[in-house]
């Protein structure tokens, strides 16, 4: 059974082996008696120490391991024998003489070097780590800063994910060279040559930067005032873009906070125009609530935008608190999803279309001409067929929605007495409520002397809502009457014929008699345009048109068109609605 020490090796606690701790204590008492002389020889000491901690951490796998021979003597084979220190050899006497060869690791880590920075020491570092001259570094980075303008982001980022090489372990493993006894003594000595301070400052502090200020060459000095520039510039541009911020999310939040209040305020004092947002809010949500949702919703990504300027601008501002950041979070997320269940409520009033259709039958027969205008409203106004609404005052000084969204069919009908349908379509949330919504629909028409006047707009209460009100009319015609539609229809047939439906916009203002599913044009001008279609195949075949006529030669026959008429080699002459067809005789 083996006894076990516990030992503090450079504020690092270890459970190590009796004969193991006998072995590392003359190992140590023998590299201090190497150094007996030197200067700085604490820190050198310490430097040792903090080596071999390290080395002894990277081969404990947990905390109740204990340390024997063998990883003393690793330890021992990395940092080397004290004999090459010119230690005395009694200390090692009892030991055995083992033939250690020092493991020499040449695999280098990445460190920001600030003994020879100009700014964060990142060039330096990349230097020792790639085994080139800082300077070209410098020089690339140069490169990049005024060509692609994206290596200042890569700097900062370097700057900020590289680490410092503080200790003299870390230096050395910068460069490459074994982190042993003998690299470094050889690193804080020459530390002692080139700065006048003590080996303890500049062990402990690491704070070089300022004593190399006063060897610097004037390359340095270039680049140390390039990159106090480069670092002004950034400043004044990160500067801009806080004041930038602090502009866009305060004058946001303003515009959000007196848009807020107002929407309170003409909820309580109905000023005109404010029904516009009930009537279409089908969902009958309350407005303030609405407008509180989107405030939070579109008010707290600003707020923090213009607390991200704040901070950019005053580098010792304090933080909102967590609690504070938390609970703006949760009322983002909050407002959010109740703006979302808001809007899916909205979209279900829409969410069934249903109708109901009046049926009547008109004073008209087959032997009639019936006359078709859309009358307009003096409280409306003269509006075309349109998906928009308007609130207004009817003759009576009640409310109404207006709205001209009014189609207009004609179809033909073997009965010999005409009929219209008044066909009232709305939307709702259900069924039931998209009919009462239609059944609430007002609509006027009125036969006079046999002129048709149709409404150019329907109405509705505006309890009602907007729930997409429309009317369309079908008009069923006997065959043989004629009707003429007045040219204010013209916009109400905003579509081709189909489907039997016998009138389009190009038909107004003129007397049509109607046929089985068909129609014809009594007062229109059936002359038409003829067309001429000739193909020149070669260089006797030719067209000439003239003030005496049209002389065509094609394939050795001539043919003139003339006020004598058609002459020529001609075999036949058929004239059609659509065309002109000349045959000539083959010579």
Known sequence: M??????????????????????????????????????????IIAD???????????????????????EVDEV??????????????????????????????????????????YIGGVSSGLGHYLGIDAIWIRFAWIILFSVFGTGILLYILLWILLPEAK???????????????SNIEKKIKDGFDTVSKTVSDTVKNVDLPKQGQ??????????????????FFLKVFAKFIGIILMIAGASTLIGLIVALFSVGILNNIHITGWEYLNIVNAGDTPIWLVSLLLFFTIGIPF????????????????????????TLLGLWLISIIGLIIIGVKQASEHAFTEKIIEKTELKITNTDTIYVKMNGSDYYGKHHYNNSFKIANNENGDK????????????????????????????????????????????????????????SYLTTNPKNKFSNQGITITLFLPEGSVVNFDKNTKSFFNYSKYDNYLVSSNDVNHNLKILENDITCLDCDNEKDLKLDINIKDEDNSIKINAEGIK???????????????????????VNSDSLNIKSKNK
């Not at 390290?54 to 204990?66: A, G, I």
């Not at 200390?91 to 920075?117: G, V």
């Not at 065509?552 to 058929?574: C, H, L, Q, R």
């Open 2 to 43: 083996n006894k076990t020490v516990n030992i503090n090796l450079a504020g690092i606690f270890f459970h190590i082996d009796e004969d193991a701790y006998l072995k590392l204590q003359r190992y140590l008492d023998a590299i201090k008696r190497s150094f007996t002389d030197s200067e700085g020889r604490s820190e």
């Open 303 to 326: 707020f923090f935008l213009f607390y991200l300027g704040l901070k950019i601008l005053i580098n010792n501002l304090k933080s909102i608190g967590n609690i504070a950041k938390f």
């Open 552 to 574: 065509i030669k094609a394939d050795g026959s001539t043919i003139e068109i003339s006020s004598k008429g058609i002459t020529g080699n001609i075999e036949d002459v058929n």
């Open 167 to 181: 200790t003299t372990a870390e230096k050395i493993m910068m460069t490459g060279e074994p982190v042993n006894i």
């Open 214 to 231: 006063r060897i610097k060459s004037t390359s340095k000095s270039f680049f140390d005032n390039l990159g106090s520039i480069i670092m």
């Open 48 to 70: 040792i120490e903090a080596r071999i901690a390290e080395l002894f951490s990277q081969r404990v796998k947990h905390d109740k391991q204990v340390i024997g021979n063998k």
């Open 76 to 117: 021992i084979a990395i940092m080397g024998q004290p004999e090459d220190y010119l230690v005395d050899d009694e200390i090692f006497e009892d030991e055995p003489k083992e033939n250690y060869k020092a493991k020499k690791t040449h695999s280098k880590k990445l460190f920001r070097d600030p003994d020879n920075r």
């Open 400 to 455: 109404m929605i207006y709205r001209s969204y009014i189609k207009l069919f004609v179809k033909s009908t073997h009965d010999t007495i005409a009929k219209i349908n008044i066909s009232k379509s709305a939307q709702g949330g259900d069924y039931d409520k998209a009919i009462e919504r239609a059944k609430k629909i007002n609509y006027h028409y009125e036969l006079r002397n046999k002129t048709l006047l149709l409404d």
